[in-house]
């Protein structure tokens, strides 16, 4: 095998690692969070479908949360497995946040062991939520240390590279990068959001099932209405995400936008098609892009003609970009009307339409993520470390890759399909309605 | 002390905490199938599962620990061991995948069937298996420099038999370390039958596991004359760890005291431990790389052991309340509350 495969395959199982994994590591991010509202509310309001809810959304987020784990390992692993000449490099330089996400990981393990096993034992129920704390905290900072690690790859800063040796190195500056802030932000609030949107199509599709119990209903008003809060907060980090690339990643946002020449006034391009160099069918917003790019409607736009040709990303990240903009946008609208509707008891929101809807939310949201997380690693082509290192110089030597897409290719197929099989089975053998009338019975005594 | 030594003596130790929990939770996966194997399963599944369930993540994260930190102090060493070890670490990462996630469908997810239990069992003898070939690959003599890089001899690493002695003494340690913990442990339940069986097993496993120790340090001398004598030097280290060793054998044997028993196996693993660390100094790769030409830069060291200790202000009161909640409750270890989500 030529270096050059070693490259492709290198780049295909990372690719395939990442994807499988983002699903897990969104979830794991953001139900603890979800968790903590209900049961939360289930005290405060002392409401044992509230509790029961955070119950049953525990046990669901353990399966999911081992499979986060073990292809986190993974990936860990695969960075120095697949990419040993860059993490040489970076390990420099931004081994420190990685090095405290196996602590915020190793917090959240560890409370989340005990959370598990101590529902139940303290009479205060206050006590036990207590736990749950640094369960969310950690996964969230666990998210957060290894999304700085992300943004120094695209803004890489806190050292100076000098005839090819790295001097002057201060990890916290590295740490701190411009692409941090947003890059932060933006995956903890789009975490947040898809999660909410993941549980509320769960809610939803039990109502299309047949069960028409309040539990199902409280459920999915209060995921709607965090999947809104969270969905407007994505959005304005996005907007603020378009100025970061214009400052510092032009290539990028010229890529995303299909903008060829700088220009000043420069108007969106949605959606469309490329022909021979010209965007054809795409739906122009007048003056949006320098908005986007500067939040002034006559700022000057850095096209992709100020780039080398081997410097720029490819093009299609343009419908990648296009398709998680969309989907958020929709998200946003789709749960603004449910919690608007329930507000104003519209009816059209409890039909069966607007119920599949919802359900259908759930996937799109992770679709949402999938997009972003290819756009945010495609869009930084040809490198790995923006202007420092190129991918094709970063992989492994090793001839063996094409085997090893195959080895993981079949452990992602086997953790898919048990997940699946698992917490599905969990969930309609132990329906609802056969829980609370169960615990209800045990209150009493007469079962146990 | 120089920032070098810290920082591999800190990995050195997660290693060791890593080396404990891991045979643990290996071996306990072994006998729990081996007594379904044999019909005994009633006597010891309660005991396992009870020990596990709360722990098995924490067992994996000592593990990213040690990877992510040895990159981090030593950023070369992502080069030297990623590029060799790209087969044997994918195997081991695979296979503790399956494990791990099986053990939370099995255990969290209602999904009961012999064929996981055996699966359980099995992972647990090839994942020491696998990652033992990395100690083995440090002591030298398995990696080629060539113009395109670095490449692993499989075949000179498949035939050695340092390679097969240090397998066997990973399974024979995994298995003498988990039945010693687990006596104590269900002897801590007050669980008669499965502490007698357990202490069984700790006394059959006693002694492959000081046979295979002592085979290695003699497969060493013709393999890496320099490590066998910097090995010999330490004699006195191996020697309170033998007398540790007797100590506990001694303890199972007479019945008494389990507890102190795992105590002195704890510190006879760590002294070996060491022992065998220290004279790997300076080598992380016999001989292409030592400690110190492939340290990281000192603002970056200095920077991870700030985060080092603040990360263990952290854990330390949280492990303990782990430890308190679950295997020192003794209303939990005897298996009278559960209260799972």
Redesign the interface.
């Known amino acids: 095998m030529g270096n050059e495969e070693s490259v492709f395959f290198s780049r295909v199982l990372t690719e395939l690692t990442l994807s499988f994994h983002i699903i897990y590591a969104t979830i794991g991010v953001g139900i603890p969070l979800m968790i903590m509202i209900a049961q939360w509310l289930g005290i405060k309001k002392q409401d044992e479908h509230y509790i029961l809810l955070a119950r049953r959304w525990t046990r669901g987020f353990v399966i999911t949360v081992a499979v986060g784990v073990v292809t986190g390992t993974a990936i860990g692993l695969q960075l120095s497995l697949l990419w040993p000449n860059f993490m040489e490099l970076a390990g420099n330089v931004i081994a420190l946040p990685l090095f405290m996400e196996t602590f915020a990981f190793f917090f959240e393990a560890i409370f989340l062991g005990i959370y598990l096993y101590t529902w139940d034992r303290f009479e205060n129920q206050k006590k036990h939520l207590l736990l749950l704390i640094p369960v969310a905290v950690g996964a969230s900072f666990s998210a957060v240390f290894i999304t700085i690690v992300n943004a120094f790859m695209n803004a890489p800063q806190g050292f100076d590279l000098v005839n090819g040796q790295l001097v002057n190195i201060n990890p916290v500056l590295a740490m701190f990068n411009p692409a941090m802030p947003t890059k932060v932000a933006h995956v903890l609030a789009t975490a947040y959001m898809t999660s909410a949107f993941v549980l509320a199509s769960i809610g939803a599709f039990r109502l299309l099932k047949g069960s028409d119990h309040i539990y199902h209903k409280k459920a999915l008003f209060l995921t709607m209405k965090i999947g809104l809060i969270f969905s407007i907060a994505a959005a304005v980090i996005g907007d603020f995400s378009g100025k970061y690339l214009a400052e510092y990643q032009p290539e990028k946002l010229a890529a995303a936008e299909w903008h060829f020449e700088t220009s000043e006034g420069a108007p969106l391009m949605l959606y469309g098609v490329l022909d021979d160099g010209e965007v054809k069918y795409a739906l122009e917003i007048p003056y949006a892009l320098s908005i986007l790019a500067h939040s002034d409607p006559n700022a000057e736009v850095i096209g992709l003609n100020e780039f080398p040709e081997d410097e720029i990303p490819p093009l299609y990240i343009h419908y990648l970009f296009d398709g998680m903009v969309t989907i958020g946008m929709w998200m946003m609208a789709l749960s603004l009307v449910y919690v608007v509707g329930v507000w104003m008891k519209w009816s059209f929101i409890r039909t069966k339409w607007y119920r599949w809807l919802i359900v259908f939310g759930g996937p799109l949201s992770m679709l949402a993520i999938e997009l972003g997380w290819w756009f945010a690693e495609v869009g930084r082509q040809p490198w790995i470390l923006r202007g420092i290192m190129k991918v094709e110089d970063a992989a492994t030597t090793s001839g063996q890759v094409d085997l090893m897409l195959l080895l993981f290719a079949g452990l992602y197929l086997i953790l898919a399909i048990g997940s699946t099989v698992v917490l599905t089975r969990m969930f309609r053998k132990n329906t609802v309605e056969q829980e609370l009338a169960d615990r209800e019975l045990e209150k009493e005594g007469e079962f146990r | 002390m120089t920032l070098e030594i810290v920082g591999i003596s800190v990995l050195w130790f997660f290693l060791f905490g890593y080396v404990i929990v891991a045979s643990i939770d290996f071996g306990a996966g072994f006998f729990n199938a081996y007594s379904l194997f044999r019909g005994k399963q009633h006597i010891l599944t309660g005991i396992i599962q009870r020990y596990l ?6 067992t ?2 000592f ?3 040690f ?3 040895i ?3 030593f ?9 060799i ?3 044997p ?3 081991g ?2 296979l ?3 494990r ?6 099995t255990t ?4 009961k069937h012999k064929r996981y239990t055996y699966l359980y069992g099995l992972t647990g003898l090839f994942i020491p298996a696998s990652l033992s070939i990395v100690l083995t690959i440090s002591e030298g003599g398995f990696v080629e420099e060539t113009a ?4 692993l001899d499989y075949w000179a690493l498949f035939t050695s038999p340092l390679t097969w002695s240090i397998v066997v003494l990973s399974l024979t340690a995994v298995l003498y370390i988990s039945a010693v913990f687990l006596t104590w442990y269900a002897n801590k339940a007050q669980d008669e039958p499965a502490t007698e069986l357990l202490r069984k097993y700790a006394l059959i496993w006693s002694v492959p596991a000081i046979i295979t120790a002592t085979g290695i340090i003699v497969e060493l001398r013709g393999h890496n004359p320099e490590h066998y004598s910097r090995l010999v030097d330490l004699w006195w280290m191996f020697a309170i760890s033998f007398i540790l060793f007797v100590g506990t054998v001694y303890l199972i044997g007479k019945r008494k005291a389990y507890g102190v028993a795992f105590g002195l196996l704890t510190g006879q693993f760590f002294i070996a431990f060491f022992a065998y660390g220290i004279s790997h100094y300076p080598y992380l790769l016999y001989p292409f790389l030592s400690i110190y030409d492939g340290f ?2 000192e ?2 060291a200095i ?2 052991i700030i ?2 200790i603040a ?1 263990l202000g ?2 330390l009161p ?2 303990y ?2 430890l308190r ?2 295997l020192f409750n003794k209303d ?1 270890v005897q298996g009278k ?5």
């Open positions: 369930s709360p722990v098995w993540e924490v994996n994260v593990l990213v620990f990877f992510v930190g990159v981090g102090f950023p070369k060493t992502a080069y030297y061991y990623g590029t070890l790209l087969v670490a994918s195997i990462v695979v503790l995948a399956i791990g996630a099986y053990y939370a469908f969290y997810g209602g999904l395109s890089g670095i490449e990281t830069n603002a970056m920077a991870l985060a080092f990360g952290l854990l949280s492990l309340l782990l909640l679950f939990y509350r559960n209260d799972h989500a």
